[in-house]
């Protein structure tokens, strides 16, 4: 069974950056693609960023591009989400999932298959 646990979260003010880190184990674990989703109070699940495993295609939310760089330590499996110029709408709960196929569209929830517990960003204004 695959286990992701993410790591890295916190508190940190307007303007400021984060690195969130999720750890991949399991006897067979080769994903096709891996991503970072968030929830905010009282909102739904929202795409933020994936990438492809083999390739490194990314894809990412327009609210986090240009400020948000996810990458990928494969011989780690360990995913990682760079946030920097933090806003307070960034204020959420950000999982990290991975899909076991390889998957046309990165954006949905649906299409993967695992997914972590989740860490709390909490940007400040």
């Known amino acids: 069974q695959v286990q992701l646990v993410e790591s890295g979260g916190g508190v940190v003010q307007a303007g400021g950056s984060l690195r969130l880190s999720c750890a991949a184990s399991g006897r067979t674990f080769s994903p096709y693609v891996m991503g970072w989703f968030r929830q905010a109070p009282g909102k739904g699940r929202e795409f933020v960023a994936a990438?492809?495993?083999?390739?490194?295609?990314?894809s990412y939310v327009d609210s986090a591009k240009g400020r948000f760089t996810i990458s990928r330590d494969n011989a780690k499996n360990t995913l990682y989400l760079q946030m920097n110029s933090l806003k307070p709408e960034d204020t959420a709960v950000y999982s990290c999932a991975a899909s076991r196929t390889n998957i046309a569209t990165m954006i949905g929830a649906g299409g993967y298959n695992y997914w972590g517990q989740g860490t709390q960003v909490t940007v400040s204004s």
């Open positions: 990438i492809r495993w083999i390739t490194g295609s990314t």
